[in-house]
């Protein structure tokens, strides 16, 4: 597993964030790092209120999340997370699992296709498209179920091949997370042939399944 850490940089002269879990073109050397968080969204909401108060107090300091020992473009040994993109993505609608409202996951979960393709969205826009496709799903099921899909900024790793001809072909894998929105559930699941099993039972948290895409 991951394991995700704040880091604390110089906030560049001149230069405005779009978000508070923004980073700057050139954001420079790492000053600190702090302990490491349970996941992704810990460490996210944690820099996240450090950008909050040092925008309303003037801070020298911009709070970033890394994946710490693993190589990245902005680092060498510290792989740069943020700031996240927010996709709409397509998953299977399992058998015998019924939603309680358009923002449920189950807690199974199998990828019917990639982030739709489109502008990054912030979290509520992705979520506000999520709630109005899924309730048009609940009115007239079909096989797909629609999530919001979390990607992190920097590849986990990247090819580069080439073929006969000479044509470069870049391949970069990135990790992806499936979010579970704060008013969502895990559905009903008593009609599932696996009700008996765990995930039947448990609801798992906000960052419920990872895929490399």
Known sequence: M???QVAMIGWPEDWEPES??????????????LPEADDLFAAVQQAVEHNRRSRAESGDRWAVVVEADSPGK????????TPIAYHVMGIWWPD??????????????????GPQSGRRLTYQQAAAAVH????????QPGATWYVVAAVENE???????????GTETTVEVRRLHVLRPESGGRGDCSCCPAHDFPCARELKGRSSLVFHQ
Not at 132 to 139: E, I, S, T
Not at 155 to 165: C, G, I
């Open 2 to 4: 991951a394991g995700y």
């Open 20 to 33: 508070l879990d923004d980073v700057s073109p050139q954001p420079g050397e790492i000053l600190e790092l």
């Open 74 to 81: 902005t680092w060498p040994t510290a792989r740069l997370c």
């Open 96 to 113: 015998g699992w019924e939603p309680d409202s358009p923002l449920d996951l189950p807690n199974c979960i199998s990828c019917a296709h």
């Open 132 to 139: 109005g496709l899924n309730r048009q799903c609940m009115d």
């Open 155 to 165: 590849s986990v790793s990247r090819t580069v091949t080439y073929d006969p001809p």
